[in-house]
């Protein structure tokens, strides 16, 4: 369904950015998991707004409540629901957005769905629907450390328009990530990357850019044959964040340029643990984890809300143009970091569940 | 679930590459649809190895017979079974495969999640499983053609490793594309593809590339918000396509070196009808589809299983080398065309329907 | 999954009879369908303790707060929240329960599945866990009223123990039914149920009986073959309702006592409409509503909860004596009403939307 | 969906009457399970026609053969099917019913939802679906085999009309009930059930009866809060088997004639084991088993092809009559004891792997 998604570990989101508020109800995850709302509130304010001077100045505390599932301290097993409510909501600076579809933004497609639509911030198709994702995630979190304790996951901003960071999978940590506001993994490239932000905001334009993300301590034999590989799993939960326009796996659309030879992983033995040299298949093969980092790369595409003229047309289908007010992000890559691991979380949450249902256990040696 | 695709139009899917047969099973088709084995053998024959001499040799007719679900020439609304039996299966060319793990295959993941695995041939990681997906797209383009007779789906080849093809959106044919055995889109580069494959492959190795694919005649209000996105469905589908690596729609990954500027489609109006400028946003806005052509590209790794030896481990976890034999494809590109195709339908179908139920029209003008 | 229901039109409920309160998220229902928190303010107060002096004195005024969805009082065809606050939570009247399983309860049962429980109240258990699934299906009705504008759905008390309501299906309405506070179809028995009751509740005891409810203006068509049978759906969704025992159909039970000759409803033709001059088949036929009134029964047993002293054994798993507290319904017929209504609503919206997606119209004549 | 079953044991089936068979693909089967066609034979050849003197003459050997998921006598954890050819369809016995709708048959609801009908047979409402049941729960048998070595399902025929049997659930065995071809637990009933069989049957009528069902050996903790509780679970699963009217569970409708002070089941100790002195609740408390035996029962109406001639209207919608011709059972119950066993199977195999999946272990003590 629409904002349902997760199989074992299921969660259903609702909320729009003007409105009594958004959250998510969390069904399957296990009893006994300890959970508090500092946990859940930790991951918020990694999303929120209004954190940096590089991302949108809406001022949401985006405080969280627990309304139900939890009983000192600890899971119950039963449904989870978390609130966040919305309290800067200007529908003021979308009076325009009632008349007029923004380009590259839902407004006209939502219309074309539903035959109408919630003009006054993005509805549906705001980031902020993305604070149930992270709150659900926060939890799924907590399932993992449980489960697989050693699982880690790391994401970074890869790229701001062509501007690269170079970060070495082997060393980065989230300390690095986290010192800097624009959470690249490569602190060098930090001012750079601040800079072109606020010089393409001071400019009324936006970018974009890639996020790398990995994840290690995965343990071999997560995701499905065919349909629900897991690479799939993610592929689509990542195209879900809004603003995505691409997802690639190990060695990525760059893989179709080398030879089979060059290509593969061969495996080797490392104590008695199964290894591969390489890994060109980013800890996937055949859509199942193999037990090696999973890697992958999002690209993320310029905001499509802009402080400049835009040339649209209006709900009366008449030409017309626009200029984008409100407060909205230059470049969404810092705050898509947390966006990513949620996404991530959410997946491997679910995909451990399912093996451990139908398998039993959760590694196989 | 694991085999089992799709939320009104529901297909599930089984079969090994060795054993009975391969099928599928489709729950939720509309009834009165008219339905032969020869629409399903068309598209059956187009995935089949051997059509070609740059193509694996197995010899498989793949004759489909439909066991359930249809009357006189129409689907009957209830669930429809289609069956093709294997028939030059030759487990004795994997014999080898007992053993030794294929590198960048799923022997190794299948049997971390299981325990154990098929060694027969890939199992449910085959080419040949993709049969079942190939006949109920089959299926959901007969029903597709009833409720949207101006949709077209059309997948080619854009590129061989490093050789690209140049295509022009607006006047590439299914004739063009079918006219040459790589299923380019681009007849000047045919040849060249051919002679690359043919030298790959003769020199036991194996090479891979970009499938690109658009859609003509979409209704704009196909994909859900928030998790649904017609983008998040797309992902999913292609990347569990055997052998992807990537996906990006519209721009993609090109689209974040450019400036929110540059990359936002500015609508117009044409007639009646919203139009935009450009289409970066590949046909999808806030996960909608938008009316313009959909497109996107996947990109596919060069073939796991090469004729030379590789380093690999055994079963028994001890370093060994296996070389590959049976009959394998160099380069999955032209084959891979029609699995593409078959995806997208299969996710259009079942958005198609998923609307029809929920807003009762399938567009909005 | 657990607190997930429906298919097409999907609600995903939470909330424990302690704690920050109960609610439900809806996914899948249609856009622009008129909706305002009194329509379901309606549907809860009708379910509401403290209603009338024969229901469980507990006082909540239940008052729903719709926290997204709906835009300028339609709903926008997103997920819509409604979240009902708990006021007037007593947990110091369940302190015994933290140490005594309740026998009947789901006490034990809860402890044995996850490891432990809320004791405060019946956790998921208790009756407050329907306000969710009464406030989705005050919006199910809203968007029924507007497929089906004749579709009337009415439960009442068929029996308490063993008084038994005379009630004649072709004239009944739902103001005879409100018009008392048993919610019984003959108001001859009126007063002696509710002496009933009261007589019951004063020896510390509690008492059960049987809904009866038909739907008249049912649309042919409903309802899907095999596992989606619309009686099978019925049944869950009547079985999912605390302390039910028991659901029949048409002729039920007692319909195992004729020969098909007796029981077999025969065609026949009223002006260009289908009916059937007898109805044992409850207006389901082989899974599929036939147009006639649906009918059915269900049995809900005493209520668990008594003010005697009974044996039972204590977590620390020893034998225990416990006396109820806390303020319960000595009956939860009258109560049990719109509950059996409002499943019946989500089955019937569910099925609604599925039919349209599948087959295109609602009925076919 | 309409053919598709169970959530992390899912079961999709399909098949007609007529046309080139039946049978199952089961997704989310446990690697590792033994498994054989003899095993699935053995349930198949219980549920067969032609079986016995008391049942429909139809000659159907219904042998299965497994397409997927098994390798080396052992299932692969990837999605099974299995296939029953039809053989002996009689198509010109129908014709009749081509024109005549079967009064309380599916004839007329298939063809007011779906708008045709394939009139050869029952289409998906002949009791030949329930073959793809049975096939894939005789797989579930063997995977709750593995997981629960103790647990045991046992139904028998527990009336046929008015003739009731006599049964002590304590020590009643699959080898009395096999016994006799009523498949009843009462061996002084046999003799009197077979003869009222023949009889009806003899007079071109038919007739109906109950079927009990015990679960013995069932952990304690299976089921789930609200929606997905055991009994609203069995009791779809049994609303779906053709020919149902009814389920109750535990003490069901003569339950509601008891006050809660005799119904509760109060809990006693007996070693270290939770035990209840009485069992009305059936086993399933707050919708989740509490280690007592599951009870319940199902009842099945009077068939409805009957070979008398009965008042109609035809696909012309003009009043008519038919009388039955073909091979029918005039008692279904006989071969509704299998049915039975079988959906119980399913919805535990689920629900026990739904445990798992979510809390680890099956059971808490």
């Excluded at 986290?178 to 606020?198: F, H, L, P």
């Excluded at 995909?351 to 959760?362: A, E, T, V």
Aim: charged share 25%.
């Amino acid at each position: 369904m629409s904002s349902i998604f997760g199989q074992a570990y299921r969660i259903a989101t609702w909320g729009e950015s003007h409105g009594g508020g958004v959250g998510v109800m969390i069904d399957g995850c296990p009893a006994g998991i300890p959970l508090s709302e500092e946990m859940i509130q930790f991951e918020l304010d990694r999303r929120r707004p209004g954190q940096s001077e590089i991302v949108t100045p809406r001022k949401e505390a985006d405080v969280c409540e627990i309304l139900s599932g939890t009983f000192q301290g600890v899971t119950l097993g039963t449904s989870i629901a978390i609130l966040v409510r919305n309290k800067d909501a200007r529908p003021a600076a979308y009076e325009e957005m009632a008349v007029n579809y923004r380009p590259s933004h839902a407004d006209y497609t939502y219309e074309a769905k539903y035959g109408l639509r919630n003009w006054q911030g993005g509805g549906r198709a705001s980031a902020r629907e993305t604070i149930g994702r992270v709150a659900a995630a926060a939890v799924a979190q907590q399932v993992i450390k449980t489960l697989c304790p050693d699982l880690e996951v790391l994401a970074w901003v890869k790229s701001i328009q062509d501007l690269n960071a170079s970060v070495d999978h082997s060393t980065i940590t989230k300390e690095q990530i986290e010192s800097n506001i624009v959470r690249t993994g490569d602190t060098a490239m930090v001012d750079t990357m601040i800079d072109r932000i606020k010089e393409v905001r001071g400019d009324g334009n936006s970018i974009g850019g890639v996020v790398e993300c990995i994840v290690r301590g995965c343990p071999a034999g997560l995701g499905a044959p065919v349909f629900d590989k897991l690479d799939a799993e993610l592929a689509k939960a990542m195209l879900s964040i809004p603003a995505t326009k691409g997802f690639e796996v190990g060695s990525g659309f760059s893989g179709t340029l080398q030879t089979g030879r060059e290509h593969n992983d061969a495996f080797y033995m490392e104590g008695d643990r199964v290894r591969t040299k390489t890994n060109n298949s980013g800890g996937i093969q055949g859509g199942i984890s193999n037990g090696e980092n999973l890697i992958f790369r999002v690209a993320f595409k310029p905001t499509a809300t802009i402080m400049s003229e835009q040339d649209t047309v209006n709900s009366d289908k008449e030409d017309s143009t626009l200029k984008g007010r409100g407060r909205h992000d230059a470049c969404v890559l810092p705050r898509a970091v947390p966006m990513v691991e949620a996404m991530v979380n959410l997946v491997l949450c679910d995909h451990l569940l399912r093996q451990r249902g139908q398998n039993g256990k959760i590694t196989f040696k």
